[in-house]
Structures are given as C-alpha cells and as structure tokens.
T-cell receptor, first 113, second 111 residues
Framework: EAQVTQNPRYLITVTGKKLTVTCSQN?????MSWYRQDPGLGLRQIYY???????DKGDVPEGYKVSRKEKRNFPLILESPSPNQTSLYFCASSPHGGVTEAFFGQGTRLTVV | SQQGEEDPQALSIQEGENATMNCSYK?????LQWYRQNSGRGLVHLILIRSNEREKHSGRLRVTLDTSKKSSSLLITASRAADTASYFC???????????FGGGTRLMVKP
C-alpha cells in the first residue's frame, strides 16, 4: 500500500531534550516536506527536499533540522525543543514538488513541557 | 506566510445542501489544490486545478479558479454527514517548490 509513515504518532518530551521524528515513503517520490499545524494558523512549511541531499527552508525553519540521505526517508530533528514547538507535525511527499498531489502522513502530535 | 485564505472559517449545513468554500491568494501560482482533513488526521488530496484552467469537476466536487481575482471556490453538492471535515486550499508557487496552505474551512454537515 502506498503510504507516508511517521513515527512516533504521539510524543511528550521536556525542553532541551533532542528528538527525531521519522518519515518514510514507499512511493519513490522525489519531493518530501514537513509542515506544522497550529490552531488558527493552518499548515506552515518547515523544510522541504526536492531530492536526495537537497533540502531547503520553508516558512518556519527555526529550531528544526532535516536530512535527506536516501530517497525514502526525511527525518525531522529538533536539537533543543522548546514549548513553542508544541504542535501537530505532518510529513508529505509527492512525485514532483506540488505539480501533482501531495501525500500526507498521519501526523505526529508533539508536546514539549 | 499564509498564501491562501479560506472563507468562511466555519460552515454548518444540513445533509443534502450544497457547501461552498472560497479561497483567496496573493501571488502568481502554478496550480491550486484542495485538501480535506478529518479531525487530527493527515490531509487527503481532493482536486487540482492548473492556472490555465477555469473549472474542474470530480464527482460531487466542483472547483473554479479566477486568476484575475486570485481566488478559487470549492463546491460540494448534495452534502453528506461524512463530508464533515476541514478543507484547505493550497497554492503551488511558480517555481514549483513550495505548496502553501491556507487556514482552512471547518465544514459540519448535520444529518
């Protein structure tokens, strides 16, 4: 089944403790991206990757890192999480940027206390 | 920055009625897409309309695009309770590298 898989689905952590949210897609898509969703603000793009070893900042990249060492994986790294990074995070992939539809993972609800 | 702005923010209708949601955006686009999100779940793609298209249909969905007004509308005909969800428009930049979402419209369809 074609899908985008994020892990974990839920995470509660403490301020400053490094964490990684994994994202994997099995559709051989070139483009992958991370969004955060906050009430009243919709979805905002954090980082995106057009292909392996190519990553770029989105609208809200501060406090986040990403890597794209292989086509299928695009982990999101929070080196020193802070409470303002409490949010619902989505990973998405598409064959060629947004030229066609984006496929979304089920989301990761992160709480930083 | 939010490229798209949906209107209304919330909409409540009876089953069988039509639901219309509007989206306005600010800059030139490659295409505009509509997505649906059930509470707390991932977004699901509904329909894509290219910048050189004016109208598109898919089942009970009808999307229009007016590039001169930088606006789009999504019409769901003969709504069902199962259509209850949030609906988002998203615009693809001309560079083709960023898909930017609006704040969404929360639709409730009462049985």
């Amino acid at each position: 089944e074609a899908q985008v898989t994020q892990n974990p689905r839920y995470l509660i952590t403490v301020t400053g403790k490094k964490l990684t949210v994994t994202c994997s897609q099995n559709m051989n898509h070139e483009y992958m991206s991370w969004y955060r969703q906050d009430p009243g603000l919709g979805l905002r793009q954090i980082y995106y990757s057009m292909n392996v070893e190519v990553t770029d900042k989105g609208d809200v990249p501060e406090g986040y890192k990403v890597s794209r060492k292989e086509k299928r994986n695009f982990p999101l790294i929070l080196e020193s999480p802070s409470p303002n990074q409490t949010s619902l995070y989505f990973c998405a992939s598409s064959p060629h940027g947004g030229v066609t539809e984006a496929f979304f993972g089920q989301g990761t609800r992160l709480t930083v206390v | 920055s939010q490229q798209g702005e949906e209107d209304p923010q919330a909409l409540s209708i009876q089953e069988g009625e039509n639901a219309t949601m509007n989206c306005s955006y600010k800059t030139s686009i490659n295409n505009l897409q509509w997505y649906r999100q059930n509470s707390g779940r991932g977004l699901v793609h509904l329909i894509l309309i290219r910048s050189n298209e004016r109208e598109k249909h898919s089942g009970r969905l009808r999307v229009t695009l007016d590039t001169s007004k930088k606006s789009s509308s999504l019409l769901i005909t003969a709504s069902r309770a199962a259509d209850t969800a949030s609906y988002f428009c998203a615009t693809l930049s001309n560079a083709g590298n960023m898909l930017t979402f609006g704040g969404g419209t929360r639709l409730m369809v009462k049985p």
